[in-house]
């Protein structure tokens, strides 16, 4: 991939073009041979853990990626960095390809935050080795500026120099992760996709963790994918929503939107899923019932119409293509189709049954 003159950089970013963009973007995973002795599948057979997704991040936004575990959404994002190949469409940055010849510039502009900030980090590796080492790697500094590096990524994270010679054992949970996105920062990168940041943190330390996210974005300039199942969390994080059922986007719209009024049944679904604050509110309908279908062999039609109360004939035979419902929200559901169902079965919201 090469890398773009700033002028052209610059003139893109006024033509609208997206610092990240999928283009029908897949991964399948085939299934064959023998598992525990008996026929798992054979080759014809695949899990579709990303499929067909189109999305666009412009530079110094902040999309996040929600949905049940096991829709796809850290597959999604792998293969954002390419730590997954895809099995068809293609990933742009800047609006150029990815491709095999790109993947060695590619970690100097996107980065990973895991979910687990202990298993991310070498239990062996003091705090100032392994920073140092990924600064070693993409010689981003001399060996005599490495330790003042190391040093300005710990304070920019809220992390004393002085605990540099620590190990990871040694840490909290909060420490931890804040180590992991002082690793991410080390080379400078302008995208980052965090995956499930603060769901392997106490409660009391997950606002700290992304208010500090928050701040390195308007201090450098970041723009973050935002994978996470916790509509609180991504309510307080995001710009955009972008909803995955079994690989497929279901719905995308502005936060605000979103949370105001959710329009596919699905996310309507994971917003009655959210713990109420006040006990005294009574929730008329119930949250999505019947576990995620079978990935191998997902339903025909929508492939959410076992678990949807709104389903209709068209939606077991027919997946919905993405209506846009207006300038900046799409989904896909039948129920926004005029042509399938009365202009007023699409006014639903969570409570309203």
Excluded: W
Aim: net charge negative; charged share 25%; hydrophobic share 40%.
């Amino acid at each position: 991939m090469a890398v773009l003159p700033e002028a052209e950089r610059v003139q893109r970013e006024a033509d609208g073009v997206p610092l990240v963009e999928t283009r029908n973007l897949s991964k399948h995973y085939e299934l064959h041979g023998r598992v525990l002795g008996r026929v798992r599948g054979d080759e014809r057979e695949a899990v579709r853990a990303v499929d067909d997704v189109s999305l666009r991040i412009m530079r110094g936004d902040t999309v996040s990626l929600v949905g049940e575990s096991g829709c796809g959404k850290s597959t999604f994002g792998r293969l954002l960095l390419q730590l997954e190949q895809p099995t068809s469409g293609e990933v742009r940055y800047e609006g150029v390809v990815f491709d095999k010849d790109g993947v060695a510039d590619l970690p100097r502009k996107a980065q990973i935050i895991f979910q687990d900030p202990f298993s991310s980090l070498n239990p062996r590796k003091t705090v100032r080795r392994a920073i140092e080492e990924v600064l070693a790697v993409h010689r981003i500094c001399p060996r005599n500026a490495r330790k003042a590096r190391v040093d300005e990524l710990l304070e920019r994270v809220g992390l004393s120099p002085a605990l540099a010679n620590r190990r990871p054992r040694q840490f909290s949970g909060g420490q931890r992760q804040r180590i992991g996105i002082a690793r991410a920062l080390a080379v400078g990168p302008e995208f980052i996709v965090a995956d499930e940041p603060v769901s392997a943190l106490d409660v009391s330390v997950q606002a700290q963790v992304l208010n500090l996210l928050v701040e390195l974005q308007e201090q450098l300039d970041l723009t973050y994918l935002f994978i996470s199942h916790n509509l609180g969390v991504v309510r307080h994080v995001s710009r955009r929503v972008v909803v995955m059922y079994l690989g497929k986007v279901v719905e995308e719209a502005p936060t605000g939107e979103l949370f105001e009024k959710p329009l596919h049944p699905y996310t309507q679904a994971l917003m009655l899923a959210v713990p109420q604050l006040d006990p005294d509110e009574v929730v008329a309908a119930p949250a999505v019932e019947g576990d995620l279908p079978n990935p191998i062999h997902p339903p025909s039609g929508c492939h959410f119409h076992p678990r949807c109360p709104f389903a209709m004939d068209v939606c077991r035979s027919e997946y919905p293509p993405l209506y846009r419902v207006s300038p900046e929200r799409v989904v896909a559901c039948h129920l926004y189709d005029s042509r399938a169902a009365d202009a007023s079965a699409a006014d639903v919201s969570p409570g309203a049954q």
